[in-house]
């Protein structure tokens, strides 16, 4: 193992950061590495792999129907293409050919319109959508969202992410109201969140996850729905979607994925508590900081630990901090959202307590560094 960061001259990393792309999301567990080898190792007719993996996963989820994609960026352009394109065979394989005579507006809440890592709005136009916001930065009602429909609007698209702007922002039921009112499907990008089943009980049409974040597989994505607009999903294979493709190998990593983490206990906030109290503890021993528990803004059982630097006591600005701890080796990775307000936050749910231990005691050398 350590060979290939020697082979390479890549660095070891602590992720403290959560379920990070740039840092190769999660570690799946063994039984997933095994169905990732066992899909390397077969043939398949990929077709029947599609099909039947879909219809066991939504088997397990209670829901209509279901698809493995390449990654939740994915699974948002196909879910678009799908609900443009429909049955057409003609604009299957013409998408971008020419300007869209068929309905091809998706609406979206303003507070929605995220960069993720990319920006939401690329992933629409992939997949031939306009994106129309409706409301405005910091608000977005059920009246909002409806007066942005047009008869051009192709769906309405809900992103449930702690990337949006989350007060003042109409629910996913009131989402679904207005779309179904208006004969639209709603499409629900929950990539990072971790309930498999909440959003299409609350009348999505389609809900995107990512395979990788919360339900640590191999990279790929999910999308789950109603039946026909998956079956428009799964179509897109022949169109956009073949530049997307998914290997035999993720869409048996992802099923098994989600097959272990419906059956296992998750880790609760509770226990990320438990593990991060002595953490706590040390790094307010240091001058110049204050660590507490703090939880999910986007209201997941994550608890995570906030450390704030008093600048002045501490010696060294909250980004110089941030800086040296990635430049280390290992490099060290927090979520630094909050920077600027001399906070970062500590994702522990991928980091082991003597990983803790070695970042409270880089710190206290940082602090120490600067006096001495
Ligand atoms: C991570 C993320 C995505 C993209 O997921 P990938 O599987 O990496 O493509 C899309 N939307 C949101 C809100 C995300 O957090």
């Not at 443009?84 to 065979?89: F, Q, R, T, Y």
């Not at 409706?134 to 702690?162: D, F, M, W």
């Not at 999910?222 to 190998?249: C, D, F, H, S, T």
Request: glycine residues 10%; hydrophobic residues 45%.
């Amino acid at each position: 193992m350590s060979s290939i960061y020697e082979k390479y001259q890549l660095k070891q990393v602590i992720n403290a950061s959560g379920r990070m792309t740039a840092l190769g999301v999660s570690t799946p567990r063994q039984d997933v590495v095994d169905a990732v080898n066992l899909g390397l190792n077969h043939y398949f007719e990929i077709k029947d792999l599609v099909d039947k993996t879909g219809d066991y996963l939504a088997g397990l989820l209670g829901v209509e129907s279901a698809v493995v994609v390449s990654c939740a960026s994915a699974g948002i352009a196909q879910s678009v293409a799908a609900v443009i394109v429909k049955d057409d065979a003609d604009l299957l394989v013409n998408l971008h050919s020419a300007p869209l005579a068929v309905s091809h507006e998706i609406v979206l809440p303003k507070g929605h319109n995220v960069n993720f890592g990319a920006p939401v709005g690329t992933m629409v136009a992939l997949g031939g959508g306009k994106v129309v916001e409706a409301g405005y930065a910091n608000e977005c009602s059920a009246e909002q969202l409806a007066a942005a429909i047009t008869p051009r609007t192709a769906a309405v698209l809900y992103i449930k992410s702690h990337h949006c702007v989350q007060k003042s922002m109409l629910s996913v039921e009131q989402a679904a109201e207005v779309a179904h009112h208006h004969q639209l499907p709603l499409i629900v990008d929950a990539a990072a969140e971790e309930d498999l089943r909440v959003y299409y009980g609350q009348g999505a049409d389609l809900v995107i996850y990512s395979g990788a974040k919360a339900l640590e597989g191999p990279t790929s994505g999910l999308v789950i729905g109603k039946q026909q607009p998956v079956a428009w999903v799964k179509r897109q294979g022949n169109g956009i979607g073949r530049a997307m493709k998914i290997g035999k190998e993720g869409i048996l990593g992802l099923t098994q994925a989600i097959e272990s983490y419906l059956a296992r206990e998750k880790e609760s906030g509770k226990e990320m508590v438990e593990k991060m109290t002595p953490f706590i503890e040390a790094l307010n021993s240091l001058p110049g900081i204050k660590a507490r528990v703090v939880w999910d803004s986007a209201g997941r059982d994550i608890a995570r630990t906030e450390i704030h630097f008093d600048e002045q006591a501490f010696g060294l600005a909250t980004p110089a901090i941030i800086a040296a701890l990635k430049n280390g080796d290992p490099a060290i990775y927090f979520r630094g959202y909050k920077a600027n307000e001399g906070i970062i936050e500590v994702d522990v749910r991928s980091v082991t307590p003597e990983q803790l231990t070695i970042i409270s005691s880089r710190i206290a050398e940082l602090g120490k560094g600067r006096r001495s």
